[in-house]
C-alpha cells in the first residue's frame, strides 16, 4: 500500500509531536506529584510544631478548654480529615468533634486492619519514648499523618516523669491532588494542541517546498518515459531538486 508524502509527512509530525507531549505529561505529572507530596507535609510539620508550642503551653495551665477550642478551629481548613490531642492513656481530651471528647483515639480514627493498629501503637510508644514528632504518608497516599509528642506537666511528678501525650493529625491532599491533575490536564491540551499546530505548519511548509516539486518530478519523468523528450519540470530552486 502506497501513501501520499503530503498526508504522511504531516502525520508523522503529528504523531510525533503526540508522542513527545504525552511523555512530557507523564515525566513532569510524576515530578509535580513528588513535589505537591512533599510540599505538603513540610506545611504540615510547620502547622504541628505551632500548634505543639501552643497546646504545650496550654496543658501546662491546664486550660483544656482552650485546646479544645483550638483543635475544633482547624475544622476550618476541609482538608483536616481528623485532629485529636490524647493523654497519655490515648484518651481523647480535644478533638474537631467535642463529642470525641472522653473516646480512644482508635475510636476517633478507626484502624480495620490488626497489623496497622499495632504499627500505630508502635508509632505513639516511639514518639512518646523520643519525644520528637512525626509526619509521614499515610498507606492510602492520599493523606498525610502528623504525629507530634504533647507534654502534660500538669501531672508530672519530676521532669524524667512527664507524662506525654500525642496530637495527632490526618491531612487528606486529594483534592490538592485533583486540582494538580486538572492543571496539568489543561495545560497539556494546551501544549498538544501548539504542537500540532507545528507540525502542521512543517506539514505545509514540507508540501510546498519538498513533497509538491517531488511529484512534478514524478510526473515529468513519466511523461518523458512515454516519450514526450519535450517534456520539462518546471521545477525551480537553488537546493538539490532546483
Request: proline residues 3%.
Amino acid at each position: 500500500m502506497r501513501y501520499s508524502l503530503r498526508y504522511l509527512i504531516p502525520l508523522a509530525l503529528f504523531g510525533f509531536a503526540m508522542v513527545i507531549g504525552a511523555i512530557s505529561y507523564i515525566y513532569n505529572w510524576q515530578t509535580a506529584l513528588a513535589d505537591l507530596k512533599e510540599d505538603t507535609q513540610t506545611a504540615l510539620r510547620q502547622q504541628a510544631v505551632l500548634l505543639q508550642g501552643v497546646f504545650d503551653h496550654l496543658l501546662q495551665h491546664n486550660e483544656s478548654l482552650g485546646l479544645q477550642d483550638i483543635v475544633a478551629s482547624l475544622a476550618s481548613d476541609p482538608n483536616i480529615t481528623a485532629a485529636v490531642v490524647v493523654d497519655p492513656s490515648n484518651i481523647v481530651i480535644g478533638s474537631l468533634q467535642r463529642g470525641d471528647i472522653g473516646l480512644t483515639l482508635n475510636q476517633v480514627i478507626p484502624r480495620v486492619s490488626p497489623d496497622r493498629l499495632a504499627m500505630r501503637e508502635k508509632r505513639l510508644s516511639r514518639i512518646r519514648e523520643t519525644r520528637i514528632g512525626e509526619v509521614s504518608l499515610r498507606d492510602d497516599e492520599e493523606s498525610i499523618r502528623a504525629v507530634f509528642p504533647l507534654l502534660m506537666w500538669s501531672e508530672a511528678v519530676a521532669l524524667r516523669s512527664i507524662p506525654v501525650g500525642i496530637f495527632y493529625v490526618v491531612y487528606d491532599f486529594s483534592r490538592l491532588k485533583i486540582e494538580l491533575r486538572r492543571n496539568f490536564e489543561t495545560q497539556f491540551l494546551e501544549f498538544s494542541a501548539l504542537l500540532a499546530l507545528v507540525a502542521l505548519i512543517l506539514g505545509v511548509i514540507f508540501h510546498y517546498g519538498i513533497a509538491r516539486r517531488i511529484i512534478r518530478l514524478a510526473q515529468t519523468f513519466e511523461r518523458f518515459a512515454n516519450g514526450e523528450l519535450d517534456a520539462r519540470t518546471s521545477v525551480t530552486g537553488r537546493d538539490e531538486l532546483g
